[in-house]
């Protein structure tokens, strides 16, 4: 495989429920990052990784949770969610995390639905 | 802060038709512009990018010119196709910092035969 690939591809959730979605990026990238796209608003960034250390925290509530265990692999832990999170969950990937000419790499995005 | 603006959509052409979609940018400092596209149940891709004032990015035969004096970075394209159709973004990032692409609400572009 090559690319970001993101699972699960559609998940749906309860109130009470814990999930996790993953991210793979098959780059040889040092950074990474979550987006949140719902519908008719720009898109959001949540977090940025740089070599698994969180650099970006953009006021995210605790409901939601990321982990980096290497800089190949980000998750984002879910837990007590909204209604109003539901939304497409984007993860992306980029060869450093500084200097602002980085070209974004994107998976497919999780499609997350909270019941 | 940092804030993207473009045109409603959706936006409805004919193929071969002309397209124009408006983006202006709100900024501290010279950032650079980008514009992605997200083809249906895919993830964003970057289009082109232009990273100083006067920069034209261009690919597949879409253009944008970075105007510094009208804060804009229009997206244009002469002759559309019905493989066009999409959703574009603007976005930019400041070059201080890590990382951070400030988007665009998006424009959904439809081409029809």
């Known amino acids: 495989e090559t690319g970001v690939t993101q699972t699960p591809r559609h998940l749906v959730m309860g109130m009470t429920n814990k999930k996790s979605l993953k991210c793979e990026q098959h780059?040889?990238?040092?950074?990474m990052y979550w987006y949140k796209q719902s519908a008719k608003k720009p898109l959001e960034l949540m977090f940025v990784y740089s070599l698994e250390e969180r650099v970006e925290n953009n006021s995210v509530p605790s409901r939601f949770s990321p982990e980096c265990p290497n800089s190949s692999h980000l998750f984002l832990h879910l837990h007590t969610l909204q209604p109003e999170d539901s939304a497409l969950y984007l993860c992306a990937s980029s060869q450093e995390a500084w200097g602002g000419n980085e070209k974004l790499f994107f998976g497919s995005g999780t499609q997350l639905s909270v019941l | 802060g940092d804030s993207v603006t473009q045109m409603e959509g959706p936006v409805t052409l004919s193929e071969e038709a002309f397209l124009t979609i408006n983006c202006t940018y709100t900024a501290t400092g010279y950032p650079s512009l980008f514009w992605y596209v997200q083809y249906p149940g895919e993830g964003l891709q970057l289009l082109l990018k232009a990273t100083k004032a006067d920069d034209k990015g261009s690919n597949k035969g879409f253009e944008a010119t970075y105007r510094k004096e009208t804060t804009s970075f229009h997206l244009e394209k002469g002759s559309v196709q019905v493989s066009d159709s999409a959703v574009y973004f603007c976005a930019l990032s400041a070059i201080q910092g890590a990382q951070k692409l400030v988007f665009g609400q998006g424009t959904r572009l439809t081409i029809n035969p």
């Open positions: 780059l040889g990238h040092n950074a």
